[in-house]
């Protein structure tokens, strides 16, 4: 018992901080990104990627979608359980390969018709363990102490990225997960080259590119730095085999997801044709450059300030780091094969990113902090045996830990959303009454308000306010209030202007007044008033 406590009571102490926080945030968790109410909607709805094809068609204008249509699309309903094939049509409409939506549509499976924060969060929080883990195994492996790697397990994940990470509903926890597990085999592979080690590669860049087509870059460069190591060690076999088990790994994909290439060489928003056109852009370099690393120096705050605080202590110790590194006691070349590639990855997703989101190298985060791992690491190097060091390297640890947790607490991880109760709170007072949504066929601001559309009976849904369909919907619903959605976005959707619908729409129906609800980004909430 106490041989365990030593060898693993570090790593059980920043799983359980970790996993007590991963809660707290979890519970305050009031609302969703509309990518993360996509999750549920294509993992789950079937054979309907979109709110929009709910009826059977393209179409939902003119058209009532009641209480129930919405939770058929967000739920798994009995005769549907584990329904991959409806998954796999569903994705080759949209824009992700389908590796993440099977293990959410297994999730939502275990609990039918059932619509719940929480069977997003249980997903990704046992995900999100599997980071942890493979990071610690992963510094482990590059030489670090067990306190070492505790620590850098518990910078990353207590940090504000990478609690963004698990908190999101969505396939950037999974590609993290196997980003670290790509690393691992790696450095695995530098210690020694066993056969079984190549065609794990090749599997795990192919559910990688199954999960996120972003985790091509930090593949493609990592997989560059093994092959740069392995022409200066002249391990030409080894070199070969690489290659030939990661482009396997890349042909898997095209064998098992040929809408991959629809998705990449189309033309859309988020596309392989939109990645060039940024690319190409080269006004936005600087903006784009600066917002993402601004990102990085925010959401690994501790870790930063950690590493820099290493550094300045290692200043000292520079020429025993020196003739360590002459009597071949120090051994640098690991931990730089997994940790370089990440800076060209990231400057290559900042460029190439479809809009400017932090979630695009939410990947990269474990791995910078394991630039912490190699401070920590040059630091036992440098210090050698003292005497009390079990002592000084846990006081040093809870100390680091202490930090990242005071930083948890007044940097808040993003997708909380603590405005959408007072959203849900303002619907419920209108909940019995006939409820319109103005939007020209365009499903993402009718996604973007699925939570709170969920609160009323049904929702009719137009994009003309003269329409004599809505017309009818109003004389039948009598009520004294009616309370209309105005899609209001011109990048995402209709763009409609409610200085000109709603005059059109009073024009038309009983109703002579409106005042606000409440605003939510591709949307507007009015209630109209006889």
Known sequence: MKKAVERYGALLLVLILVSGVCLL?????????IDEIYTYGLSNSHYAPYVSNIGGGDSFVDTVLTRQDLLDYLTVNDG????????????AADVHPPLYYWLFNIASSLTPGLFSKWTGLVLDYGIYLACLLLLYRLTRTLGGSRLNAAAVTGLYGLSVMGLSTMLMIRMYVL??????????????LLQ??????????????FLGLMTQYYFVFYAFFLCAAYVFWALLRREYKSLVLFSLFAFLGVGCLLLAFPACLDQLFADKLVSGGNALDNLRDLSQYGQRLRYYFAQLRHGLKAAILVALAGLIALLPALGKLRAARRDGKLCLCPWLVILLPALPTCILAALLSPVMDQRYVYNLAPIL???????????????GAFPHARLGKAAALLMILAFALHTARYNPPQYLYPEYDMYDKLVQQHRYEPC??????????VTQDLLQLLIFDEVFITGDPDSPALDRYLAQADAAECVVYVDVSVFWSSGFDPEQMLPALIASTPYTDWRPLYANGLSETFVLTK
Do not use: H, W
Not at 175 to 188: D, E, P, R
């Open 80 to 91: 549907e359980l584990f329904d991959f094939g409806s998954v796999v049509y569903n994705q």
């Open 25 to 33: 945030f979890s519970l305050r968790k009031t609302g969703m990104f």
């Open 192 to 205: 020694a080259r066993r056969f079984l080690y190549y065609p794990l590669v090749a599997l795990c860049i």
């Open 175 to 188: 590609m993290t997960a196997l980003s670290l597990l790509l690393a691992l085999l790696t450095a695995k």
């Open 436 to 445: 319109v949504y103005l939007t020209d066929d365009y499903f993402p601001p």
């Open 369 to 383: 902090c394991l630039g912490v791992g190699l401070v920590l690491y040059l630091l036992e190097q440098a210090l």
